[in-house]
């Protein structure tokens, strides 16, 4: 996240996988966006979106919280391609083709 809609803008908050936000504005190729979590703003540039309908945010935000506690974790998808994940990255929104492997274990369902 930057501090202005500018690539050379200070950058002064980090999305992780599966942070849910909102976007109060936009400008040319860029969105400003609050953090559901803590209520952070800042920019991201409009290729980083993905909108999903609001009664799927509100879904995952009103369901109990689940937040990777490993240093690293991987994703993987039906085509079993992993994607790394850092500690701290929100799982609510995990749908459910997805599953999550933590130390050679897969974890198909989160509750």
């Excluded at 908050?13 to 936000?21: A, F, H």
Aim: aromatic share 10%; with cysteine.
């Amino acid at each position: 996240m930057k501090s202005e809609n500018s690539h050379k803008s200070e950058m002064v908050n980090q999305l992780l996988y599966g942070d849910c936000y909102k976007i109060i504005e936009k400008r040319k190729k860029w969105v400003k966006i609050r953090l559901e979590w803590d209520g952070y703003e800042g920019w991201i540039d409009f290729d980083q979106v993905l909108n999903i309908e609001k009664e799927n945010f509100d879904k995952i935000t009103k369901s109990k919280l689940h937040i990777a506690s490993d240093l690293i974790n991987y994703v993987t998808a039906k085509d079993n391609l992993l994607f790394p994940i850092i500690i701290g990255s929100d799982l609510r929104g995990k749908i459910p083709s997805v599953k999550i492997l933590k130390g050679g274990i897969c974890l198909s369902g989160m509750e």
